[in-house]
Nanobody, 117 residues
């Protein structure tokens, strides 16, 4: 029903920046929640940031002040601006979408972010 395609991951130096993008297609309801999660090797998948269709946001404590989530509803795309990156941010980042009214949950394939010198 919904496909999510992430882009923008890669290798950056500590202190650098990346912007992740996630383009959604398919049966996307107007009332929805989109977000970014990360999963490092040997760790569980954790919420990084989320944003409602109305623009309300939520962030993990570890990224507050460094990351910014935004969305373009016309393009069905969500972004994650990642600044002041540290090696601890190294993980696979997954895009997520929830269609509230039908309780549908969808995940992207994931994009690797590596922060290293």
């Amino acid at each position: 029903q919904v496909q999510l395609v992430e882009s923008g991951g890669g290798l950056v130096q500590p202190g650098g920046s990346l912007r992740l993008s996630c383009a959604a297609s398919g049966s996307i309801f107007s009332i929805n929640l989109m977000g970014w999660y990360c999963q490092a090797p040997g760790k569980q998948r954790e919420l990084v940031a989320a944003i409602t269709s109305g623009g309300s946001t939520k962030y993990a404590d570890s990224v507050k002040g460094r990351f910014t989530i935004s969305r373009d509803n016309a393009k069905n795309t969500v972004y994650l601006q990642m600044n002041s990156l540290t090696p601890e941010d190294t993980a696979v980042y997954y895009c997520n979408l929830i269609n509230i009214s039908v309780r549908g949950v969808y995940w992207g394939q994931g994009t690797q972010v590596t922060v290293s010198s």
